[in-house]
């Protein structure tokens, strides 16, 4: 799955070395701070998502729970429903 806010792009992806994690990686090791700061976060040479963390699926539904009450709705004010 992937995720753009703002200030940073996410891939959310299983992570194959333990049962229940997932991988999140990202083009921002701030943003990766802010939302996951109390786990480690781990760089890598991939162009695009060079920074990433490993969450249980409890500290990944907290950090969206963070997104989602983040989302500025002022933006979406010029789009409307009968142009869709």
Not at 29 to 45: D, K, T, W
Not at 55 to 73: L, P
Request: charged letters at 20%; hydrophobic letters at 40%.
């Amino acid at each position: 799955m992937i995720i753009q806010t703002a200030t940073a792009n996410f891939m959310i992806e299983r992570c194959e070395s333990r049962n229940g994690c997932i991988t999140i990686r990202s083009n921002s090791q701030e943003e990766l701070h802010r939302f996951f700061g109390s786990l480690e976060i781990s760089e890598s040479n991939d162009p695009f998502y060079p920074f990433a963390v490993l969450a249980c699926k409890q500290e990944f539904a907290n950090a969206m729970i963070i997104m989602v009450k983040e989302i500025d709705y002022s933006e979406f004010s010029e789009f409307s429903l009968q142009t869709a």
